[in-house]
């Protein structure tokens, strides 16, 4: 399995605090990805990173931030987490940006309840 | 119409059956296919990346259908093992972005 660690794996919180998951990789994968994945939807690009203090947005980037400082990690922030960001999210990585067939691998995933 | 689209199922088979399931996607520029499972309460894993030419790992076999944009998943005796949800995940501008089906849930039976 890809050495991809999530952290935490669970957490409980209320609506209007911020939280932090973190991405950890032991890969040296140059792209990072961050996904939600809901109920009845595929899995959702929120933001990704293709190296170093390099991020871009994904399809459902709005109430999320990311950071990237070291390429084994990879930070997504909700600044003030809503009930319906309550959801299981994955990271995912890649060797180069998913072209010419690389696929993604994932992360265990970190369920997020917002109260 | 979403990018990705597959039947959600559940198909229900006995041990030893053979199920097959689609996936259309709407871009017909894409590039890359793959088919990933991912068991309850787990993360997704790729099962196997489709070529142009189809292709076959085991019991699993998967085809490409350019004309009329779809994917097809085959798997032939069927384990319990099995049991799982299926997405299709196609890469639409052959850059960093994939593209994920909402998934097939096979149900595998003693």
């Known amino acids: 399995d890809a050495g991809i660690t999530q952290s935490p794996r669970h957490k409980v919180t209320e609506t209007g605090t911020p939280v932090t998951l973190r991405c950890h990789q032991t890969?040296?994968?140059?792209?990072m990805y961050w996904y939600r994945q809901d109920p009845g939807h595929g899995l959702r690009l929120i933001h990704y990173?293709?190296?170093?203090?390099?991020?871009d947005k994904g399809e459902v980037s709005d109430g999320y931030s990311v950071s990237r400082s070291k390429t084994e990690d990879f930070l997504l922030t909700l600044e003030s987490a809503t009930s319906s960001q309550t959801s299981v999210y994955f990271c995912?990585?890649?060797?180069?940006?998913?072209?010419?067939?690389?696929?993604?691998?994932f992360g265990d995933g970190t369920r997020l309840s917002i109260l | 119409r979403k990018e990705v689209e597959q039947d959600p199922g559940p198909f229900n088979v006995p041990e030893g059956a053979t199920v097959a399931f689609n996936c259309t996607y709407s871009?017909?520029?894409?590039?890359?296919f793959f088919w990933y499972r991912q068991d309850c309460r787990k993360e997704p894993k790729l099962l196997m990346s489709?070529?142009?030419s189809g292709n076959e790992d085991g019991r699993f076999t998967a085809q490409l259908n350019r004309a009329s944009q779809y994917i097809s998943l085959l798997i032939r005796d069927s384990k319990l093992s099995d049991s799982a949800t299926y997405l299709c995940?196609?890469?639409?501008?052959?850059?960093?972005?994939?593209?994920f089906g909402a998934g097939t849930t096979v149900t595998v039976r003693a």
């Open positions: 995912a990585i890649s060797e180069v940006g998913t072209g010419g067939n690389q696929p993604q691998h």
């Open positions: 890969e040296n994968h140059r792209y």
């Open positions: 990173s293709y190296g170093v203090k390099d991020t």
């Open positions: 871009n017909s520029a894409s590039q890359s």
């Open positions: 489709v070529y142009s």
């Open positions: 995940v196609v890469n639409p501008t052959n850059d960093y972005k994939l593209s």
